[in-house]
C-alpha cells in the first residue's frame, strides 16, 4: 500500500464526518453524499456526491462498493434528440482544484443489485475507490424518495 494511501485513510479516521455530513482528507473533500429511499423490491438505486479535488495531483474516481448492492457504478445520463439515455463510465477525472459534482440529470452512482430497501433518514455506508488504490468510506444519507438533495436537517 502507498504511503500517501495510508496518510489518507489515517487522516480520514481521525477527521471523520465534519459538520453538515462533510468529508475532508487530504487532497479531497467530499460534499453531502446522499441517495434517495427506494420503494420495496427495487433493484437499484442512485446516489449523489460532490466531490472537490483539494490537493496538487489529479485524481480519478473509478468506483465503489457497499454492503447494500452488488456493485457501485459511476453513470451518466445525458440527453440524445429527445431521449434519455444513460451510461455507464469508467472513471471520473477531477483536476486539482476543480469540483464534481454527481447530481440529478448528469453524472450520478448507482447502487446495483440492492439486497436491502433504502428508507428515508438510512445511513449508507459507500466506499469510494481512486485509481491510485486509495479508498475513502462516506455514508450516504438517505432522504425521500421525491428529494432532491436539500431537504434534510441532520447534521
Given at each position: 500500500m ?6 489518507f ?32 423490491g427495487a ?14 495531483t ?34 471520473v477525472?477531477?483536476a ?11 453524472l ?12 428515508q ?23 425521500g ?6 431537504d434534510?436537517?441532520?447534521?
Amino acid at each position: 500500500m502507498k504511503f500517501v494511501t495510508v496518510v489518507f485513510l489515517v487522516t480520514l479516521m481521525l477527521v471523520g464526518a465534519a459538520p453538515a455530513h462533510e468529508y475532508t482528507s487530504v487532497g479531497i473533500k467530499i460534499e453531502h453524499p446522499w441517495a434517495r429511499a427506494t420503494p420495496q423490491g427495487a433493484t437499484t438505486a442512485v446516489a449523489y456526491v460532490k466531490i472537490t479535488n483539494t490537493g496538487k495531483t489529479p485524481l480519478r474516481l473509478v468506483g465503489g462498493s457497499t454492503s447494500v448492492a452488488a456493485r457501485v457504478e459511476m453513470h451518466e445520463m445525458s440527453m440524445d434528440g429527445g431521449v434519455m439515455r444513460m451510461r455507464p463510465v469508467p472513471g471520473v477525472d477531477i483536476a486539482p482544484g476543480a469540483t464534481v459534482e454527481f447530481k440529478a440529470g448528469g453524472l450520478h452512482l448507482m447502487l446495483i443489485g440492492l439486497n436491502r430497501q433504502l428508507m428515508q433518514e438510512d445511513m449508507v455506508p459507500v466506499t469510494l475507490q481512486f485509481a491510485d488504490g486509495a479508498k475513502l468510506l462516506i455514508d450516504l444519507y438517505v432522504e425521500g424518495m421525491g428529494a432532491g438533495g436539500g431537504d434534510h436537517g441532520h447534521s
